[in-house]
């Protein structure tokens, strides 16, 4: 058999070779190091058996996809560990998770209820396991027998998971005494195990409904070294300590209350961020030729069964019955767009047009997965949609990404990294509009010499897109903005420009948005900054604030000055020691305080105090005027 690897040299091997096998023949350091083989595109184990010629990639701890199979297979150890402690278990599912603080979980229904206490007597059973060099051995078999052989074990969940599937076949996996239903692969040994942690127990209903029965949901993570685990735990260490929920409630920027779940309430400061953020938003867009619109907030199904959104996102909806009609309230503006675009006929003289709009948006987020602001039922997007000619879609992308640089420059966020997304198997276009799309976004890529890599099938049923992923303080990564390339909704709306030989053609959709969802981006800059806000965004720019009570008088008359320049300006005239008032402030992460004593007061000028410069002395209030004006006004 021939093996082609990554770099274009090929491997002959014998007829009966395993990933394993393939490996060592390229060196005995990669034989040690192979977690699982990567055979024409699928992920299989070391030691699956190769058929015929193919491509091979070996992966390694280092491998993008390592992180996923150890984190599968870190659910299969836990498992195997409480099912020693605890005896009898009725498995659900236990899938590795590649988002959040977390890396995996297992459903289990058991009649002992975990206790924080005893997840670490199953972290020490797990470890104990790791040492015991298990290799998990693939075992297929008909989905009849499956049944059978689960049934004997009393395992009621997983016979539904078999019929569940449809198949006429399923695998298992074995490691010492324990045997579960998986399509793998999974690490060759227990042994690789290098750092297991168990995070969290919860309960978790069957199938996520509520109707069902209640399991218990136990989260933990798992690395390949202790180290790589030490230093995800100081990620978390430092991320609670940055919780944006945390530091909103700190800074009064915003609260969640149970009476509206999932849509947050925003603070005269948090509204303040919030409306500024749009207003840094609209600046760019009569920069760039934009026009704002509004449409309803809520449409007759009938608009979202034209878009497709009906049949692929109604379970992510909030839908109504009214009189003789059911109703959805929007979750996103591009169906309303095409709406507005299809209210008159345009000329190619008019393209591009590009809507923009900030109205509400509601999502049908699960109780379970919403998350301060970062996951949310109730948001708003800096939303646009451009309509387009063919001919100028690379312009029009160059003009997106153009205003992304200034946005996350301006911003503080660096340079995103590009995933160009594909479409899904449920694509709704003709294979040539996805051909087409797809094409034209990573020609896009190629031609501006930025770097991306591809997901597959990540994209929407209407569009393949260019995902912007930011990575923060902390090293997380966030999708913010995106674009998408859509030849499908223009389609389906019939919408159509009249070109130069005057035939009604089809325009080109372009789904863009920067920031993504406010709610969300807040959220994710709140932690990114831990709240020390630039000038110009900051809801409170300056305090002023007094060390006697003599000095009030001309603390007003500063706070008066500074606020008719333009400033947004907090005062603490209380009659508290200095050193208090400054300590109170610096809890509040404000950007600059005027102190006024006796001194000061006489001379009308202010001591400042810079968030990150420290003590500056005593400046000339025109001259502090002045530096605020230039900051602030520059976005620096």
Same mark, same amino acid.
């Given at each position: 058999?021939?093996?082609?690897?990554?770099?274009?040299?090929?491997?002959?091997?014998?007829?009966?070779?395993?990933?394993?096998?393939?490996?060592?023949?390229?060196?005995?350091?990669?034989?040690?190091?192979?977690?699982?083989?990567?055979?024409?595109?699928?992920?299989?184990?070391?030691?699956?058996?190769?058929?015929?010629?193919?491509?091979?990639?070996?992966?390694?701890?280092?491998?993008?996809?390592?992180?996923?199979?150890?984190?599968?297979?870190?659910?299969?150890?836990?498992?195997?560990?409480?099912?020693?402690?605890?005896?009898?278990?009725?498995?659900?599912?236990?899938?590795?998770?590649?988002?959040?603080?977390?890396?995996?979980?297992?459903?289990?229904?058991?009649?002992?209820?975990?206790?924080?206490?005893?997840?670490?007597?199953?972290?020490?059973?797990?470890?104990?396991?790791?040492?015991?060099?298990?290799?998990?051995?693939?075992?297929?078999?008909?989905?009849?027998?499956?049944?059978?052989?689960?049934?004997?074990?009393?395992?009621?969940?997983?016979?539904?998971?078999?019929?569940?599937?449809?198949?006429?076949?399923?695998?298992?996996?074995?490691?010492?005494?324990?045997?579960?239903?998986?399509?793998?692969?999974?690490?060759?040994?227990?042994?690789?195990?290098?750092?297991?942690?168990?995070?969290?127990?919860?309960?978790?209903?069957?199938?996520?409904?509520?109707?069902?029965?209640?399991?218990?949901?136990?989260?933990?993570?798992?690395?390949?070294?202790?180290?790589?685990?030490? @230093?995800?735990?100081?990620?978390?260490?430092?991320?609670?300590?940055?919780?944006?929920?945390?530091?909103?409630?700190?800074?009064?920027?915003?609260?969640?209350? @149970?009476?509206?779940?999932?849509?947050? =309430?925003?603070?005269?400061?948090?509204?303040?961020?919030?409306?500024?953020?749009?207003?840094?938003?609209?600046?760019?867009?009569?920069?760039?030729?934009?026009?704002?619109?509004?449409?309803?907030?809520?449409?007759?199904?009938?608009?979202?069964?034209?878009?497709?959104?009906?049949?692929?996102?109604?379970?992510?909806?909030?839908?109504?019955?009214?009189?003789?009609?059911?109703?959805?309230?929007?979750?996103?503006?591009?169906?309303?767009?095409?709406?507005?675009?299809?209210?008159?006929?345009?000329?190619?003289?008019?393209?591009?047009?590009?809507? @923009?709009?900030?109205?509400?948006?509601?999502?049908?987020?699960?109780?379970?997965?919403?998350?301060?602001?970062?996951?949310?039922?109730?948001?708003?997007?800096?939303?646009?949609?451009? =309509?387009?000619?063919?001919?100028?879609?690379?312009?029009?992308?160059?003009?997106?990404?153009?205003?992304?640089?200034?946005?996350?420059?301006?911003?503080?966020?660096?340079?995103?990294?590009?995933?160009?997304?594909?479409?899904?198997?449920?694509?709704?276009?003709?294979?040539?509009?996805?051909?087409?799309?797809?094409?034209?976004?990573?020609?896009?890529?190629?031609?501006?010499?930025?770097?991306?890599?591809?997901?597959?099938?990540?994209?929407?049923?209407?569009?393949?897109?260019?995902?912007?992923?930011?990575?923060?303080?902390?090293?997380?990564?966030?999708?913010?903005?995106?674009?998408?390339?859509?030849?499908?909704?223009?389609? +389906?709306?019939?919408?159509?420009?009249?070109?130069?030989?005057?035939?009604?053609?089809?325009?080109?959709?372009?789904?863009?948005?920067?920031?993504?969802?406010?709610?969300?981006?807040?959220?994710?800059?709140?932690?990114?900054?831990?709240?020390?806000?630039?000038?110009?965004?900051?809801?409170?720019?300056? +305090?002023?604030?007094?060390?006697?009570?003599?000095?009030?008088?001309?603390?007003?008359?500063?706070?008066?000055?500074?606020?008719?320049?333009?400033?947004?300006?907090?005062?603490?005239?209380?009659?508290?020691?200095?050193?208090?008032?400054?300590?109170? @402030?610096?809890?509040?992460?404000?950007?600059?305080?005027?102190?006024?004593?006796?001194?000061?007061?006489?001379?009308?000028?202010?001591?400042?105090?810079?968030?990150?410069?420290?003590?500056?002395?005593?400046?000339?209030?025109?001259? =502090?005027?002045?530096?605020?004006?230039?900051?602030?006004?520059?976005?620096?």
């Amino acid at each position: 058999m021939i093996l082609t690897l990554p770099d274009g040299s090929t491997k002959s091997l014998p007829q009966g070779a395993t990933i394993h096998d393939a490996a060592l023949s390229i060196g005995p350091r990669l034989a040690k190091d192979a977690i699982a083989g990567k055979l024409d595109g699928k992920l299989v184990d070391t030691s699956h058996v190769i058929q015929s010629d193919a491509t091979l990639a070996i992966i390694t701890p280092k491998s993008p996809e390592a992180a996923e199979i150890l984190r599968h297979s870190a659910a299969h150890l836990m498992a195997q560990a409480i099912t020693r402690l605890f005896g009898a278990v009725k498995l659900w599912v236990g899938p590795p998770l590649m988002e959040g603080r977390y890396g995996f979980y297992y459903d289990m229904d058991l009649e002992h209820r975990i206790t924080e206490e005893d997840l670490r007597k199953i972290e020490a059973e797990m470890e104990k396991i790791a040492k015991e060099d298990l290799k998990p051995v693939r075992k297929e078999m008909s989905a009849e027998q499956a049944i059978k052989t689960m049934e004997a074990a009393d395992q009621p969940y997983k016979v539904d998971l078999i019929r569940g599937f449809g198949v006429p076949s399923v695998s298992f996996y074995t490691q010492g005494e324990f045997t579960d239903l998986c399509e793998g692969p999974h690490v060759p040994s227990t042994a690789v195990f290098g750092g297991v942690k168990l995070m969290a127990v919860t309960g978790a209903y069957l199938h996520g409904d509520q109707k069902q029965k209640m399991l218990q949901r136990v989260y933990g993570c798992a690395f390949f070294t202790r180290k790589e685990l030490d @230093a995800h735990l100081k990620g978390l260490a430092d991320a609670e300590k940055n919780d944006h929920r945390r530091i909103g409630t700190d800074l009064d920027l915003f609260s969640l209350d @149970a009476v509206a779940p999932g849509s947050p =309430f925003f603070h005269p400061k948090g509204a303040h961020l919030y409306n500024t953020l749009i207003d840094f938003m609209r600046e760019l867009y009569r920069k760039h030729g934009y026009d704002e619109v509004i449409t309803p907030l809520i449409f007759k199904s009938d608009l979202w069964k034209a878009s497709g959104h009906y049949q692929a996102f109604k379970d992510g909806m909030f839908m109504f019955q009214a009189e003789d009609a059911e109703y959805g309230v929007k979750p996103m503006n591009c169906p309303g767009h095409c709406v507005l675009y299809g209210t008159r006929r345009h000329s190619y003289r008019e393209l591009p047009i590009r809507y @923009a709009e900030f109205s509400r948006l509601h999502r049908f987020e699960k109780s379970g997965v919403m998350h301060g602001l970062t996951r949310v039922r109730s948001f708003a997007q800096d939303d646009s949609h451009i =309509f387009c000619t063919r001919e100028q879609v690379d312009q029009e992308l160059d003009r997106i990404y153009e205003m992304v640089q200034e946005v996350y420059r301006t911003l503080g966020l660096g340079a995103p990294a590009f995933v160009l997304e594909t479409c899904p198997d449920g694509y709704l276009g003709t294979p040539e509009m996805r051909r087409e799309s797809e094409g034209k976004l990573a020609d896009w890529l190629k031609r501006t010499g930025l770097p991306y890599t591809v997901s597959e099938g990540q994209g929407t049923h209407y569009a393949p897109k260019v995902a912007l992923n930011f990575r923060d303080a902390m090293d997380r990564s966030w999708t913010l903005g995106t674009m998408q390339l859509d030849y499908v909704l223009p389609s +389906r709306f019939n919408l159509t420009y009249m070109p130069a030989d005057g035939h009604p053609t089809s325009p080109v959709m372009i789904h863009r948005a920067i920031l993504g969802s406010l709610e969300r981006f807040i959220g994710v800059y709140i932690e990114h900054t831990g709240g020390r806000f630039p000038l110009w965004l900051a809801p409170e720019q300056v +305090r002023v604030m007094t060390i006697t009570d003599r000095e009030i008088p001309a603390g007003e008359k500063i706070a008066h000055a500074l606020r008719t320049a333009g400033f947004r300006v907090g005062t603490d005239f209380r009659g508290e020691k200095i050193n208090s008032k400054i300590r109170d @402030a610096s809890l509040q992460r404000l950007p600059y305080l005027a102190i006024l004593g006796a001194r000061e007061a006489e001379a009308g000028s202010v001591s400042v105090r810079d968030r990150e410069r420290g003590d500056r002395g005593v400046i000339p209030l025109d001259v =502090f005027v002045a530096e605020l004006r230039d900051k602030s006004g520059s976005r620096t």
